[in-house]
């Protein structure tokens, strides 16, 4: 799930799309000490790459971003909301961010985005892959997350995330199921398109559009992230993109 970055620039709100909307930026493989390096080998490999991306588009990648301890505070809220909502893992699809315990590795991808758009470097895409120590517990993260009362949860820190991080006040967002792609194992996989408008989206007269998907492939959860502003992301480049990452789970993690 994926989070932004906001810089004033004269005439402008620039809006850098780096790590992880809901969540905190994710361990990189050398901070993982509780999970063995061939799971985070694994979790690199199934994420999204240049080479999954349409090539109309001339990509390049911005890095995570630096976590405070208020956004780790809307981590631990979100969490606390979503067991409400039903059974979840400790980072269910990256929500806080952590490797751990049960959660044997959480890895993102860079940040892909348009080198062309200087303004708000969007559209951008990017993913994050999350290992658990069974599959029992993505099938019920999936599930809980295709859940309506999930919405609530993740909208709620995607405003909060978006104004700690200078997007102004008074940002609304709002959350949508539409029908996903059916990949890996579950249901299929979940698709929630937010929308947020408002704050500093007013100087841009644009609204934002993040459409996330969710898949479970065994022990492994997949979310990836598609954002543009004013319309969604070409649909027929997000299913193109998302069939590459998801072949590649197929073969690297049994069902």
């Not at 062309?116 to 895409?125: E, I, K, M, N, V």
């Not at 959350?175 to 996989?189: K, V």
Request: glycine share 10%; charged share 15%; aromatic share 8%.
């Amino acid at each position: 799930m994926r989070r932004y970055l906001y810089v004033s620039l004269a005439g402008g709100v620039a809006l850098f799309a780096s790590g992880s909307l809901f969540a905190l930026p994710a361990l990189a493989a050398g901070h993982l000490p509780s999970s063995p390096s061939s799971v985070v080998a694994e979790a690199k490999a199934i994420n999204l790459k240049l080479a999954d991306l349409p090539t109309s588009i001339r990509w390049v990648a911005a890095s995570a971003g630096t976590t405070s301890k208020a956004q780790v505070a809307l981590a631990q809220k979100a969490l606390a909301c979503l067991k409400k909502v039903g059974p979840v893992s400790p980072d269910p699809f990256g929500t806080t961010g952590r490797a751990g315990g049960s959660v044997l590795a959480d890895v993102s991808s860079p940040t892909w985005y348009d080198k062309a758009s200087t303004l708000t470097q969007l559209p951008s895409a990017s993913s994050e892959v999350v290992f658990l120590t069974t599959s029992t517990t993505t099938r019920s993260d999936l599930s809980t997350i295709g859940r309506s009362g999930s919405l609530a949860c993740l909208t709620a820190q995607l405003v909060a995330n978006s104004e700690l991080q200078g997007a102004g006040t008074g940002i609304k967002g709002s959350a949508r199921f539409l029908p996903a792609i059916r990949h890996g194992g579950g249901n299929g996989g979940v698709h929630i398109q937010f929308i947020e408008s408002g704050g500093n989206f007013a100087l841009l007269k644009a609204k934002l559009y993040d459409n996330e998907y969710f898949y479970v492939q065994g022990s492994a959860e997949v979310a990836l992230s598609f954002i543009n502003l004013n319309s969604a992301l070409n649909p027929t480049w997000s299913a193109s993109s998302i069939a590459k990452v998801m072949a590649r789970a197929q073969a690297e993690v049994k069902s």
